[in-house]
Structures are given as structure tokens and as C-alpha cells.
């Protein structure tokens, strides 16, 4: 039953590389509605977004996201319907945790079909292994230079690449590998370590970082995506004002 969502989010990541942006989505939204429903769609070759006809219900469901709350660290839960994407695993023993946000939030273990990693520290990737048993059905991802750090079974993710209609961006620094990703429609990022909000919106922990101007560069590449809320392994999320925090931010480094 999970099958026809997740092809139309292929499909919508097929026509997002080859028409990109907005009119790729616009598209999609009319073709798959149509497929779906098998009702006439003469507009599905003239897309027009201000069309006054009562919406059909969506077939890409747009993003929401829920935190996973493990004291010092999160991990986070996205949801697109009754599938689910995880980014990142905690520490340790955070399996059940992860897996009472995902009850919750409707799709379960049995909804998961993407589960990314952002970086390799332990506190990032820590239950990878018990997610990736319990959502028997999700691929485990990684950036690249971090990928031979974690004993998973795990695909490399690379700068521009998508996955569950999110947008892949490298962010190096914290990690080589290090990986935010990014949601155009909603601007939700989840930034990993790349950003942190403990006392304030921050870079990358100094102490804990690999290369200081690489993550600043990452500071000022996640600025320019203007995100409305951004999603951070260390502190709370930033929801009020989140663009112009991270202008701000970019601008100080
Ligand atoms: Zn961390």
C-alpha cells in the first residue's frame, strides 16, 4: 500500500532534476493526481496554479516533521503521508524512542523508507543498526567521506542529490561528510551539526569540528536556501525568524 507514494515521490524527484523548481512540482502535482484518481485532468498539460477548481487530495503529501527529543542530542522524524524519512539515530539505545515519535506520528517502523545519517559521530548514529533492523524496509544513507566510519549497511548521499523529494546538501566541516537536508516546499532543513542552537544559532561546535573553514563555508551555502525552520542535532528548533538568523550567522563567519 506504500508502493504508489513512494514511486510518485520518485517520479517527483525524476522531474524536479529535469525541470527544476517550481514548475517541475506544479507538473507532478496535476499528472499524479490524475493518475491516481482516474478522473479527467485537461489541465494536467497546462498547469496553472491559481486554478479556482476544489484541490484534489494530494498524492505527495507535503512535509511535516517531528522532533525526536534524547536529551543532549535529537534525531528527527519526517513524514510525507504514511511514509517516513529518519535523519539521524542518537545515541545508543534510542531505537524505542525514535520509534514512539514515529507511532505517533502515524507511519511506524513500517512507514520508514529512508533513514540518513548526517555524520558519523556516535551521538548522530549511535542506534543505526536497530533502526535499520526494525524499518526493514528503508535504505540507510551517508555522505560519502564519512560512510566507511559507520558499521551500517549504507548508501553515499552527495551534495544536490534527493531523497523523499528532500534536497541532499553537503555541508563539510563538522565532518568531511557531513550532510543537511532540505525540504523546497516547506524550507525545513534538518542541519545535522553543521549548525547548533544552544545558547544562540551557531556553526559548527569549534571543539568538535574537522575544519573550521569548510563549515563556515557550509554556514553561508545553508543561508542561501532561506529555510523557515532549521532542525539541529544540539538545541531546539528555529522557527521564528530562521532565515534571517542564519543571514545573520553566514554574515559573522
Ligand atoms: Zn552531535
Redesign the pocket.
Same mark, same amino acid.
Given at each position: 500500500m506504500g508502493l504508489v507514494p513512494h514511486l510518485l515521490i520518485e517520479r517527483r524527484s525524476l522531474l524536479r532534476v529535469a525541470g527544476g523548481g517550481a514548475v517541475g512540482f506544479a507538473i507532478l502535482g496535476t499528472a499524479a493526481c490524475g493518475d491516481d484518481a482516474a478522473e479527467p485532468t485537461e489541465d494536467a498539460a497546462s498547469p496553472t496554479e491559481e486554478s479556482p477548481e476544489p484541490t484534489e487530495e494530494p498524492t505527495v503529501e507535503p512535509l511535516s516533521w517531528e522532533r525526536v527529543d534524547l536529551g543532549f542530542?535529537a534525531a528527527y522524524v519526517l513524514v510525507r503521508g504514511e511514509e517516513a524519512a529518519v535523519v539521524d539515530t542518537g545515541v545508543e539505545g534510542s531505537a524505542p524512542a525514535i520509534a514512539t515519535v514515529l507511532d505517533d506520528a502515524g507511519p511506524g517502523w513500517a512507514g520508514v523508507r529512508h533513514v540518513v545519517l548526517t555524520h558519523k +559521530?556516535p @551521538? +548522530?548514529i549511535g542506534s543505526t543498526s536497530a533502526v535499520l533492523t526494525e524499518a526493514s524496509g528503508a535504505t540507510g544513507y551517508a555522505g560519502e567521506a564519512d560512510l566507511t566510519a559507520i558499521d551500517a549497511d549504507l548508501q553515499p548521499l552527495g551534495d544536490g542529490e534527493e531523497v523523499f523529494g528532500l534536497q541532499v546538501v553537503a555541508t563539510p566541516g563538522h565532518t568531511a561528510g557531513h550532510l543537511s537536508v532540505f525540504d523546497p516546499d516547506t524550507g525545513v532543513l534538518v542541519a *545535522? @551539526?553543521a549548525l547548533a542552537n544552544q545558547a544562540q544559532l551557531s556553526g559548527s561546535i569549534p571543539q568538535?569540528t574537522e575544519d573550521e573553514a569548510a563549515a563556515a563555508e557550509s554556514v553561508r551555502k545553508l543561508a542561501a536556501l532561506t529555510p523557515s525552520t532549521i532542525l539541529v *542535532?544540539?538545541g531546539p528548533p528555529v522557527t521564528d525568524g530562521a532565515a534571517d538568523a542564519l543571514q545573520a550567522l553566514a554574515d559573522s563567519l
Open positions: 542530542v +559521530h @551521538d +548522530h *545535522g @551539526d568538535f *542535532g544540539h
